[in-house]
């Protein structure tokens, strides 16, 4: 297996980790019980119970943070070892080396907000949050332009429609606004970070083949 195909495949694993933690460590909560709506996906990773954030006070008890800080890194690792493998087949290009390096540094923020959760240490677990809701954001908007890498050229229409959509999310769920469809102001942070898994997996899939 070349290494572009195991680092699209690093990708493709980053996604089913982080999404099966967040379901399974969510489905452990009790009292009180987990919502998407209601809930930030960095409560999963609080290591002590009680209220938590001023802003949106909210009662967090998650008794399996261990495993939801361990699936944070390990999806940083994977978003990482997925830029790093697949770097040359990209193709040429400053678009597409900023793109690399833009979701590295995405890759960085799963690697800090995992290493250090929000009530253990808030201000790295923020700048992590900060890496991925807009640095891994704006890399898809950048890949949208690069004009020189054939992978990235054969899917501009979706990285700059996933790159929108997530500092839209980014925008929301930071001001702290329900935009009334249901999906609450924890809804809107995982509109702001699941698109980069959907690119990910889509460029991936595209170097697989």
Request: charged content about 10%; some cysteine.
């Amino acid at each position: 297996m070349g290494l572009h195909r195991l680092g699209a495949h690093s990708w493709l694993l980053a996604a089913p980790i982080f999404l099966a933690a967040n379901l399974t460590t969510g489905l452990a909560w009790r009292q009180p019980r987990f919502s998407w709506r209601t809930n930030n996906i960095s409560d999963l990773g609080n290591v002590t119970c009680g209220m938590w954030d001023t802003t949106r006070p909210r009662e967090v008890c998650s008794p399996w943070h261990v495993a939801m800080n361990s699936a944070m890194i390990s999806t940083g690792v994977l978003l990482a070892l997925g830029v790093l493998l697949t770097w040359s087949a990209l193709g040429p290009g400053i678009a597409a080396r900023t793109v690399q390096l833009l979701t590295l540094a995405g890759a960085g923020g799963y690697l800090l907000a995992g290493a250090y959760p929000a009530d253990v240490n808030e201000n790295k677990h923020f700048l992590g949050a900060i890496l991925i809701f807009f640095l891994a954001n704006v890399g898809m908007l950048v890949a949208a332009l690069a004009r020189r890498s054939p992978v990235l050229t054969s899917m501009r229409h979706l990285s700059l429609t996933l790159g929108l959509v997530g500092l839209g999310g980014t925008a929301l769920f930071l001001a702290q606004i329900d935009p009334g469809i249901g999906v609450g102001v924890g809804g809107m942070e995982r509109v702001a970070v699941l698109p980069l898994f959907i690119w990910t997996s889509a460029v991936a899939v595209r170097l697989a083949r």
